[in-house]
């Protein structure tokens, strides 16, 4: 049973527009979350992440946002660019070695 | 530049076979991590360490099994290789804090075919 969910498997936006990626999770151990992007042929790299004792946390274009209540994560890119077209995946951790990651939303930024 | 390295990026064996995959990271990092990465399911955790000789099974340790002799170098093992292994596996490791949670940095990936 994924304990971390995107139901999205994609989303397409336009340039220069906001791209909004949701997660939702069921654990409410939780206590971390993050945000990895993936392009083909390569590891994911770490993108933004969230404490739980916080709300929002914004890097650049990059925001996070988290609702514990609905144990829902949303990353708002803003604008978005087409070098933005990846694969973003949500992770979660209830301590600092063990995580769990979502099925990932293919994002495509159209120019 | 912090590095994890995975020893194939490609590998095709054959049904029955033993594999092995190697990763090595020189950051000195305590916790190294085995991933499979497939489509709809996204990252699954298969095993992991906290320091050498110490593991920890994932979600899905069924068919595999994994050896840290050395800190830098985390092995996972296929016994014996089956169709429905074929998929992308993923390396990963992280430091180890007390207080602050560490990000996991990822090798490229090694896509392994079955047949």
């Known amino acids: 049973d994924q304990q971390v969910k995107q139901n999205s498997p994609s989303l397409s936006v336009q340039e220069g527009r906001i791209s909004i990626l949701n997660c939702d999770y069921t654990n409410s151990m939780f206590d971390y979350f993050l945000w990895y992007k993936k392009y083909p042929a390569e590891g994911p790299t770490f993108l933004i992440s969230i404490s739980s004792i916080k709300d929002k946390n914004e890097d650049g274009r990059f925001t996070v946002f988290l609702n514990k209540s609905a144990k829902h994560l949303s990353l708002h890119i803003v604008p978005s660019q087409p070098g933005d077209s990846a694969v973003y995946f949500c992770a979660a951790s209830h301590n600092n070695n063990d995580m769990r990651f979502g099925a990932g939303t293919r994002l495509t930024v159209k120019p | 530049d912090v590095k994890v390295t995975q020893s194939s990026r490609y590998l095709v064996k054959r049904t029955g076979e033993k594999v092995f995959l190697e990763c090595v990271q020189d950051m000195d990092h305590e916790n190294m991590f085995w991933y499979r990465q497939d489509p709809g399911l996204g990252l699954r955790l298969i095993y992991f360490?906290?320091?050498?000789?110490?593991?920890e099974k994932g979600d899905i340790p069924e068919g595999y099994s994994v050896s840290r002799e050395k800190k830098e170098r985390f092995s996972l093992i296929l016994e014996s290789a089956s169709t429905n292994q074929t998929s992308m596996y993923l390396c990963?490791?992280?430091?180890?804090?007390?207080?602050?949670?560490?990000?996991?940095?990822f090798g490229p990936g090694t896509r392994l075919t079955v047949l």
């Open positions: 360490s906290y320091d050498v000789k110490m593991k």
């Open positions: 990963a490791s992280s430091a180890r804090s007390g207080i602050t949670y560490n990000e996991q940095f």
